[in-house]
């Protein structure tokens, strides 16, 4: 085009130098400009138009101003435009810098950020609209919001993991995170079986079909065994090729994915599991992406470490305490098979001082010392010579004296272990009495711990209902009723003893 092309809206057909000076300025700038008719057919396309839209200038020259703009957008243009020209839009409406959207020759969509203005000239009316390609900036900026996104999501993960050491509740917020944020139609998370050298699905979202956890999967079959295998991401953006029956698990077949991923997840040089991400549509992984998939991966095998740690020393505590469990009830045996006459006396009364525990609100964080303590009520009797703690007839006032010792060696012998100072009450205190004339402390009244309070009413009515060296024939319910009423704020704590004649086992 020459700057002659406007010549007859021109208040003069002769080109002044201003005019070649400024048809130079249009040709370098570079912002795409574009003049229009009141026809909106385009008068004027300097270079940079040309180069955003991919027309040559004899190519757009004289026509309509619809061939730049997407189907979508020319009716509201046009009609704009329109109202513009006659004056029923305020062109300030479009003065400033605003973001449109234009159509390449190759039929491709582009942002831009432009302005237009209305010029009355020679009778006619005509706009100028002056746009930038901003297609950079968009992609940049979607970047920029995709990274935010990421990095909250890692926020969230990093809580999760943080926050809980629940696998399952962790793994679930994980999927659901990746879902949303990396776009993906269904995700999971296997993890591996080192016993078996299988993965094993462990949780996922997205899936049509019902995966149960636990289903299984061998190293090196499938997308997550390459994965797992070959320790590095695998990649399959078209599982309709004839490859993909070994790109896929022939589970997840009937899901129709078209595109899918996975990653390892290592964590101190060893493979926890896997990380896939299926799509049910074309989906060609970028640079960034897949980096953002590998990067999450690392809090994720944390995770997981984490949880196979904690499960591992949680099954280590449980095996310690059952072994400690085991010892004491093995001490307990021990003293009964010393005593043949009370065998199976300990059992019992543990049995009993825990209902009554339970009945008087002990809480259940302290019935595992309860149990303890009941099972080791007599483990002082270990520091007791035979002939005091076996004499058929009563015991004389100087072997009362050794007999009274064994809360004190009770004490002597448990405190110093830590496990099983939590349980000391009942051993060392049992004998204590509510009036104060008990061993071997003499304390009276709150004084005595509760639990020693409530074995010592059940300590009694064992004995009482059992045989015993020094009393071979046992009492009748009645008669022990009766004396546990006798002894009701005298031996024993009144409240216990409500609560136990209340429990209908005698």
């Known amino acids: 085009m020459t700057n002659d092309s406007l010549g007859d809206y021109s208040q003069s057909d002769e080109a002044s130098s201003f005019d070649a000076l400024l048809w130079t300025f249009i040709n370098v700038t570079t912002e795409a400009v574009v003049v229009i008719d ?57 003065a400033g810098r605003s973001e449109i959207y234009g159509l390449r020759k190759d039929g ?14 020679g009778g006619r009316t ?18 920029m919001e995709a990274q ?31 879902q949303r944020n990396l776009g993906g139609d269904a995700v999971c998370v296997a993890t591996l079986n080192r016993d078996s050298s299988h993965l094993e699905f462990a949780a996922g979202t997205g899936f049509g079909m019902t995966i149960a956890p636990g289903s299984r999967l061998r190293l090196g079959e499938g997308l997550a065994g390459r994965a797992a295998y070959e320790q590095k991401t695998i990649a399959v953006p078209d599982l309709n090729d004839e490859n993909a029956a070994a790109k896929i698990a022939p589970v997840m077949a009937p899901e129709k994915f078209v595109s899918a991923y996975a990653s390892p997840l290592i964590a101190k040089g060893r493979v926890l599991g896997v990380l896939g991400i299926f799509f049910r ?63 199976g006396h300990s059992i019992r009364v543990t049995e009993m001082t825990v209902r009554l525990a339970k009945a008087l609100g002990i809480d259940d964080s302290e019935i595992v010392h309860v149990r303890r303590g009941a099972l080791l009520h007599d483990i002082g009797k270990m520091g007791i010579p035979d002939h005091i703690l076996l004499k058929p007839e009563p015991l004389n006032d100087e072997e009362w004296i050794v007999m009274r010792m064994h809360p004190q060696f009770a004490y002597e012998m448990l405190a110093p272990i830590d496990h099983l100072r939590p349980a000391l009450d009942i051993p060392y205190c049992h004998h204590e009495k509510w009036d104060g004339s008990g061993y071997p402390r003499g304390l009276k009244g709150d004084q005595i711990p509760l639990t020693a309070r409530i074995f010592a009413i059940v300590d009694v009515w064992d004995a009482l209902k059992h045989k015993r060296p020094y009393r071979p024939t046992t009492w009748p319910t009645k008669k022990v009723i009766e004396h546990f009423k006798r002894e009701r704020g005298k031996h024993f704590d009144p409240r216990v003893v409500d609560a136990f004649l209340s429990l209908n086992e005698l």
């Open 38 to 94: 009141d026809r909106q057919r385009i008068l004027l396309f300097n270079i940079a138009a040309q180069e955003v839209f991919g027309y040559a200038e004899e190519e757009i020259l004289g026509r309509p101003l619809e061939l730049l703009l997407p189907s979508e957008a020319a009716v509201r243009h046009r009609s704009l435009i329109e109202g513009f020209m006659t004056g029923d839009i305020d062109t300030r409406y479009m």
């Open 108 to 121: 491709s969509v582009f942002p831009a950020e432009g302005s237009i203005s209305k010029v009355d000239s």
């Open 126 to 143: 005509f706009m100028a609209a002056v746009l930038r390609d901003i297609t950079d900036r968009k992609a940049t900026e979607r970047r």
């Open 148 to 178: 935010v996104q990421r990095l909250a999501m890692l926020r969230e993960i990093d809580l999760a993991v943080a926050g809980s050491l629940d696998l399952r509740l962790t793994l679930k917020i994980i999927v659901d995170q990746l």
């Open 281 to 343: 549509s074309s989906f060609i992984a970028d640079d960034d992406w897949l980096s953002f998939l590998e990067g999450l991966c690392g809090p994720i095998a944390i995770a997981l470490d984490d949880a196979v740690m904690f499960d591992q020393l949680q099954r280590a505590n449980t095996a310690l305490i059952h072994a400690y469990d085991a010892t004491i009830e093995g001490w307990s045996r021990a003293l009964d098979l010393r005593d043949k006459e009370t065998e």
